[in-house]
């Protein structure tokens, strides 16, 4: 009998690992030693409800492919390496955009980086990344530091060019200040205040930037009759628009950047 159970569990964790797909990031003793990992999880974008339940729709409103989920205990610490393959690195930026918080540093791992007490997120390729300590210690930063740079390195393709968005605007700032939102959900993870703005649309992606001086937001909306739609619900006509600043009453100005594609300054 405790063989026939051991064969199952053996069975059981073996079709977890084999149902990821082929160059997946995955994390394990090999990259660790002296780490004892529990078996990992893999989810699908229509089973990642039964991980984390109402927050799995966040990641399918960006579009989420594959997530593996993998536990492991090193030195004194325990630590929740979770690892979601996105749509493409869009999307990746996405998700990471509406989920770090507060960042105490900026470790020079990948492009976009965000590390607390508690927890290191890097954004790469098509990739979201999350290592949550429970301890907060400075031992547990390092050894998320260490699993971080682990998998992102066994991460070839490239991030996203934010600057597709803004082209004029400093990539820092972009990278300490932006949000990217193409639903509700990502509104009200990363910009609540601008729900309404976006209300009349529902096919768009918008990057969000918001400095104390003003916002600037800009959207791609992708089906042409919402994109008159929503200039037409801010008071605006297609005749205002132009590939150069437009200046627009109540401290708006505008910009043509592409086919359906707007860039909008608001003074705050």
């Not at 993998?70 to 493409?88: A, P, Q, S």
Request: hydrophobic share 35%; charged share 20%; aromatic share 12%.
């Amino acid at each position: 009998m405790f063989k026939s159970l051991y064969i199952f569990f053996l069975f059981i964790s073996l079709s977890c690992y084999s149902q990821i797909p082929e160059g997946f990031p995955v994390i394990d003793k090999k990259d660790l030693p002296g780490a004892e990992f529990k078996p990992g999880r893999h989810f699908t974008g229509e089973s990642l409800f039964g991980y984390m339940n109402g927050g799995a729709e966040l990641y399918r409103e960006y579009g989420i492919e594959n997530a593996m989920i993998t536990e492991f205990d090193l030195n004194d610490g325990h630590y929740k390496c979770e690892i979601f393959k996105m749509t493409g690195p869009e999307e990746a930026y996405g998700i990471y955009s509406v989920s770090k918080y507060k960042c105490l540093s900026n470790p020079p791992i990948a492009e976009y980086t965000c590390q607390t007490r508690y927890q290191l997120q890097i954004c790469k390729g098509s990739y979201y990344i999350s290592i949550i300590n429970k301890s907060g210690t400075s031992a547990d930063s390092l050894i998320s530091l260490k699993a971080g740079t682990i998998i992102a390195g066994k991460i070839s393709e490239p991030s996203v060019n934010l600057q597709n968005f803004i082209p004029d605007y400093n990539h820092k700032d972009i990278i300490k200040h932006s949000v990217l939102v193409r639903g509700k959900l990502g509104l009200m993870n990363g910009a609540p205040v601008w729900e309404d703005y976006f209300s009349e649309i529902t096919d768009y992606t918008a990057m969000i930037i918001t400095t104390e001086e003003n916002t600037t937001i800009s959207v791609i909306i992708n089906d042409p009759e919402e994109f008159s739609h929503f200039i037409a619900s801010h008071g605006w006509g297609l005749c205002d628009l132009s590939v150069s600043d437009v200046k627009k009453p109540g401290g708006v100005t505008l910009r043509v950047l592409g086919d359906n594609h707007l860039l909008i300054k608001i003074e705050n």
